[in-house]
């Protein structure tokens, strides 16, 4: 079992920056892929950024492509997530996923992941 928990969301301005991270316990993260997904109220959710085991490959959503940056931590078992230039409609709940999926493609589909944090709240205000 994985234990993923998610932190650093809040409130914040357009324009402004917020990292967040997820904490993974239970197991090591370093053989799985890691995404980030977003549902903001009334919305389905949407995938917003990948990153593979090993870190060397990466894919964003085009809505975030550019300003925001996924990244990971195998020694300390966390991934992140850098967000810039926040906009209005990134306001959603942010979550991590894990797929047990080692090899060098990620996965956008939120049906393919494996182990789910329970999110964090970002809002961007205007």
């Known amino acids: 079992q994985v234990q993923l928990v998610e932190s650093g969301g809040g409130l914040v301005q357009a324009g402004g920056s917020l990292r967040l991270t997820c904490a993974a316990s239970g197991r090591t993260i370093s053989d799985s892929g890691m995404d980030w997904f977003r549902q903001a109220p009334g919305k389905e959710r949407e995938f917003v950024a990948a990153?593979?085991?090993?870190?060397?490959?990466?894919g964003y959503a085009d809505s975030v492509k550019g300003r925001f940056t996924i990244s990971r931590d195998n020694a300390k078992n966390t991934v992140a997530l850098q967000m810039h230039s926040l906009k209005p409609e990134d306001t959603a709940v942010y979550s991590c996923a894990l797929i047990r999926y080692g090899g060098s493609a990620y996965y956008t589909d939120p049906k393919f992941m494996h182990y789910w944090g329970k999110g964090t709240l970002v809002t961007v205000s205007s």
């Open positions: 990153i593979t085991a090993s870190g060397s490959n990466t």
